[in-house]
């Protein structure tokens, strides 16, 4: 049991739009930052958020974050079929005084 | 290049020991915390904890400690990770990754992984 939740899977047609949520409590996203990361199968893991909403160099602007209380949302605009991979939320969690991630959720492209 | 290049595949016996290693260039490693994160099959990413080699100043999950132990030797760049009893659920593929500690903290470079299998 993961300390942030997430959905197992969400899908969309190619160009739609998808969201991804992350539940989390005041131990964590309530108070500290939110990061996203997105996973190919068989490949290392890939910094797309941080600090809720910024994207790191080369990241492009499809891909946002925003957080509300004790919630965060990855958004996917115009979805492509590269975009298919499991995404993963993470923050610190004050209580455990170390890092925590979500489930992870796959993202298929329809 | 700034990256992170693990070490290879490794294959165990249980209740063997076990030190895996991250080498850090083209960034200042010391200057950095570095983490370790487990994915066993098929499951998904398990923060594991995380060292300042500058100091060695180390933090665990509290699933995991005293269960491995996070090491760095900063004057070849390199992080480990290492086990002293081995078990067949340590089965996983194990990534290494440059931290940023802050509010939050993240993840923003990332070893290709280091597949563990112990196994009988």
């Known amino acids: 049991q993961s300390v942030l939740t997430q959905p197992p899977s969400v899908s969309a047609a190619p160009g739609q739009k998808v969201t991804i949520s992350c539940s989390g409590s005041?131990?964590?996203?309530?108070?500290?930052?939110v990061s996203w990361y997105h996973q190919v199968p068989g490949t290392a893991p890939k910094l797309l958020i941080y600090e809720d909403n910024k994207r790191p160099s080369g990241i492009p602007d499809r891909f946002s974050g925003s957080k509300s209380g004790t919630s965060a949302t990855l958004g996917i605009t115009g979805l492509q079929t590269g975009d298919e991979a499991d995404y993963y939320c993470?923050?610190?969690?004050?209580?455990?005084?170390?890092?925590?991630f979500g489930g992870g959720t796959k993202v298929s492209v329809l | 290049e700034v990256q992170l290049v693990q070490s290879g595949a490794e294959v165990k016996k249980p209740g063997e020991s076990l030190k895996i290693s991250c080498k850090g260039s083209?960034?200042?490693?010391?200057?950095?915390?570095i983490g370790w994160v487990r994915q066993m099959p098929g499951k998904g990413l398990e923060w594991m904890g995380i060292?300042?080699?500058?100091?060695?100043?180390?933090r665990y999950s509290p699933s995991f400690q005293g269960q491995v132990t996070i090491s760095a030797d900063k004057s070849i760049t390199t992080a480990y990770l290492q086990w002293s009893g081995l078990q067949a659920s340590d089965t996983a593929m194990y990534y290494c990754?440059?931290?940023?500690?802050?509010?939050?903290?993240?993840?923003?470079?990332w070893g290709q992984g280091t597949l563990v299998t112990v196994s009988s």
């Open positions: 993470g923050a610190w969690d004050n209580s455990l005084s170390a890092g925590v």
């Open positions: 060292i300042y080699p500058g100091d060695s100043d180390t």
């Open positions: 005041s131990s964590n996203i309530g108070n500290n930052f």
């Open positions: 083209g960034y200042s490693f010391s200057t950095y915390w």
């Open positions: 990754a440059r931290h940023r500690l802050g509010r939050g903290g993240y993840f923003d470079l």
